[in-house]
């Protein structure tokens, strides 16, 4: 028994010693890089970048469409007025999951619609309850927040079954031109007053401060502002030219609206020894 007990306490040192060996993830931010500026013919209003194809997916809110592009070329675009799969007869917004698919918000018709990273049709979903939806953001792989601008509040949806979870925001929000969220929070920012609110994943309020924010996969806050990009939690800093529009990240890598521009800047992280 005693050398068992002395075995098991052997095997435990072990484990403890290989773990506290482990390498913990890139924390800080140390700079905001530019990798790449997409030009594009249309007016755009916000983009994704998917780092995997290396696809950016842009959102032409004139036509109704989806812009498809890798590298200079343009292999597919999803939308245009209409009733079909592929069609919007409102296209009010976007977003994109981790695995390249793309969530698209038709308000007129109250559907979100899901395609896949090559642009092909995979599924709808309906809004029920919703009286004027107009903002879209993931939480996780299993919810979805849509802001309804008539009741000013932003109501969380299942996925597997597009039945409504909870509702939040209506004492907090008057107007949201970007939705952000992650699996720890929901951010609703109001381009006019240049003012982010700050949600939990639950729909408790939290703050509210200047600037578009969004959260790396760290949970690192950046914020930009007309003045620069910023990391809240480090010393990085970058200067921006141009009026800036809607910010988006993916991995680590933002994509920011400028024009008819659209700049991807490559997040570095302090190294961890």
């Not at 005693?2 to 052997?10: A, N």
């Not at 599924?123 to 939806?133: G, T, W």
Request: proline residues 3%; hydrophobic residues 40%.
């Amino acid at each position: 028994m005693k050398r068992y007990i002395g075995f098991m306490l052997v095997i435990l040192v072990l484990i403890t010693a290989c773990s506290s060996n482990k390498k913990m993830p890139p924390m800080e931010v140390v700079d905001f890089r530019l990798i790449e500026t997409v030009e594009f013919a249309e007016q755009i209003s916000k983009a994704y970048y998917y780092p995997t194809s290396k696809s950016v997916f842009a959102m032409n809110p004139d036509a109704h469409q989806i812009l498809i592009r890798k590298g200079d070329k343009q292999p597919n675009i999803i939308g245009g007025i209409g009733t079909g799969n592929t069609n919007f007869m409102d296209l009010a917004d976007m977003t994109m999951a981790p695995d390249g698919s793309v969530y698209a918000l038709d308000s007129a018709a109250k559907l979100i619609k899901r395609f896949n990273s090559d642009g092909k049709y995979i599924s709808s979903m309906e809004l029920n309850y919703v009286q004027q939806p107009q903002k879209l953001a993931l939480g996780n792989e299993q919810n979805v927040y849509v802001y309804d601008a008539a009741t000013s509040e932003i109501i969380s949806f299942n996925l597997l079954d597009g039945s409504e979870l909870y509702r939040f925001g209506r004492f907090q929000l008057e107007r949201v031109d970007h939705l952000y969220a992650n699996r720890d929070y929901v951010v609703a920012y109001d381009k006019d007053k240049d003012k982010s609110t700050l949600f939990s994943s639950l729909g408790q309020f939290i703050s509210s401060e200047s600037g578009q924010i969004v959260y790396d996969q760290y949970n690192n806050a950046i914020k930009l502002s007309d003045e620069a990009l910023v990391s809240k939690m480090s010393a990085a800093w970058l200067p921006l030219t141009g009026k800036a529009k809607i910010m988006t990240i993916s991995r680590d890598i933002l994509a920011i609206v400028v024009g008819k521009q659209l700049r991807l800047l490559q997040l570095d992280y302090a190294s961890v020894y």
